[in-house]
């Protein structure tokens, strides 16, 4: 979670939702759930921001990552919040300024930005260049442009 002012970013809160890998999947997409949205509940944010799915050389893999991320768009869309998409590289690319950059670099580069982030984990990295993504591209014409194509198509 971050703030910004268009110009400076702020860090507020990290961490993860530890899900149980021996339950079911159901449960773990119902825990993921539950977390997103008592996250979203305590700190009021106005917009989201997901990773879009990469494939996976294994599509079991693939198929989970995909309910688990359907899980977590779900969570802001249901609490009437602007949800965007990016894409790995471009995150890559926002924080590091190349797109195939290493997960170590990702941290490297997070820790940078956001000097109060404790950043302890690379998942924890992630979900902060995720913000800090999208902090930078959220009003750029293109993502403008984008949200006019959906709402046209809905």
Do not use: W
Request: glycine letters at 6%; hydrophobic letters at 45%; charged letters at 20%.
């Amino acid at each position: 979670m971050i703030d910004t002012d268009g110009v400076r970013l702020v860090y507020v809160a990290s961490g993860a939702i530890n899900v149980p890998a021996n339950d079911e999947l159901a449960y773990r997409l119902r825990t993921l759930f539950e977390g997103v949205s008592a996250i979203l509940a305590s700190f009021k944010p106005s917009e989201a921001a997901v990773e879009e799915t990469f494939v996976n050389e294994n599509p079991r893999s693939t198929l989970k990552l995909g309910q688990a991320r359907g899980t977590v768009l779900l969570a802001p869309a249901m609490a009437g919040m602007r949800v965007a998409e990016y894409t790995p590289n471009l995150i890559k690319k926002s924080v590091t300024g190349t797109g195939h950059a290493e997960k170590q670099q990702v941290m490297t580069m997070v820790r940078f930005l956001l000097p109060k982030s404790a950043c302890d984990s690379a998942d924890e990295a992630d979900a902060l260049a995720i913000a800090i993504c999208h902090a930078n591209h959220r009003n750029s014409p293109q993502a403008a442009a984008l949200r006019q194509l959906k709402a046209a198509q809905a």
